[in-house]
């Protein structure tokens, strides 16, 4: 079926991928007017979606590394390098176990924390479960059965998108002060794991030489670039909400995913050769919907995203005009220094420019007054 219909298997990962992404922002907004009530559900969702969501979504990459192989090697190759990929210790627990955690737990906790904090009604969440059950059972099955659970989740996110309501006045604001917190955390902590990723690339250079004399300490690298990508999705909301910010996050989701290949790279040089490995590479660099849908728009929203997202917070006096300066500074960096020694001045730069911020932002109150009657 893979060498059969390359192109629908391109577009099938691409859109299989949009659409978890999509759930990011979608499920963070079903969560945000909620309080008190479904607090402790909300807070578990909210990092099955951030962490949990976003890594699954990375996962739709490896149907487009499978395609590749099919197209340039035999069965028994094939098979050969998907068991090596699926036997790699850090890509099963750091990306395969908590990215197939997270999409169930996000799926549905948030719904129900959403109903038990009243912002949408049982009945819809009832259904987004109902829908959330008829994927799982029936994602493979000829169509039009397939797409039962598309079609249920449709309905029910549409009903909750245009029905969400405020949690009930006067309640404590604990979900957002949880939401406030790690938010201020993350401004720390992604550039923070975003240097690790950095001073972790085997001999700080990307050659395969050194990922393939040093796979475990590769692997370590490329896991600590997702996450810190990952940890500046919270610390892009704490600094700015509306369209900029959302673009940033689906950006930042794309680009996460991307240090999934450095896996399936070693992955096909260990169980084959390094020659097959980089002709499998440039394979799926010829796919254009993976190019010009995934790597193009993840990697340049993202850049562009946390430097339009720091002005945005200066033009609105939430950070002050040398954060953004700073920001566009480590970004240059970034893209002008590449990956070596010097490579570190660049999330540097960004935590110089983001710490401040989060040690200086204010918390959310967890508890609010109760308005006076008149």
């Keep these: 079926m893979y060498r059969a219909h390359p192109e629908a298997l391109q577009w099938h990962s691409l859109l299989l991928h949009s659409a978890w992404a999509l759930f990011v922002p979608g499920l963070l907004a079903l969560l945000a007017p909620i309080r008190a009530r479904g607090a402790v559900l909300a807070r578990i969702a909210w990092v099955a979606t951030v962490v949990g969501l976003t890594t699954f979504s990375a996962?739709?990459?490896?149907d487009l590394w499978i395609l590749a192989l099919e197209q340039t090697l035999p069965d028994d190759a094939v098979r050969r390098a998907n068991e090596a990929f699926e036997g790699l210790a850090w890509a099963r627990w750091g990306w395969q176990v908590p990215g197939l955690a997270g999409w169930a737990l996000a799926l549905v906790l948030a719904p129900l924390a959403a109903a038990r904090a009243r912002v949408i009604d049982w009945w819809t969440a009832g259904a987004a479960l109902l829908g959330t059950a008829l994927y799982f059972l029936f994602a493979i099955s000829p169509l039009p059965l397939s797409l039962a659970g598309p079609v249920v989740l449709l309905g029910a996110y549409t009903v909750a998108a245009f029905r969400l309501r405020p949690a009930p006045e006067g309640e404590p604001a604990r979900y957002a002060a949880f939401v406030d917190r790690a938010g201020r955390a993350a401004l720390i902590a992604a550039p923070l794991l975003f240097a690790g990723g950095l001073a972790t690339v085997p001999g700080f250079s990307p050659s395969l030489d050194g990922s393939l004399a040093h796979p475990a300490q590769a692997q370590a690298s490329a896991l600590l670039l997702h996450l810190a990508w990952v940890a500046f999705i919270p610390a892009v909301l704490h600094l700015a909400r509306g369209p900029v910010a959302a673009v940033t996050v689906l950006a930042l989701v794309n680009f996460s995913g991307l240090m999934v290949g450095d896996y399936t790279t070693i992955a096909a040089a260990t169980a084959l050769d390094r020659a097959t490995a980089?002709?499998?590479?440039?394979?799926?660099?010829?796919?254009?919907?993976?190019?010009?849908g995934w790597i193009l728009p993840g990697m340049f929203l993202t850049l562009l995203g946390l430097v339009a997202v720091t002005v945005l917070a200066a033009v609105r006096h939430r950070v002050r005009w040398w954060t953004p300066a700073l920001t566009a500074a480590g970004i240059a960096a970034f893209l002008v220094l590449g990956v070596g020694p010097l490579s570190l001045l660049s999330p540097a730069l960004l935590l110089a420019a983001l710490a401040p911020v989060a040690r200086r932002t204010r918390p959310v109150p967890e508890a609010v007054p109760v308005p006076a009657t008149a």
């Design 59 to 62: 996962l739709m990459a490896a």
């Design 278 to 292: 980089e002709k499998v590479d440039a394979t799926i660099g010829e796919y254009a919907p993976f190019t010009f």
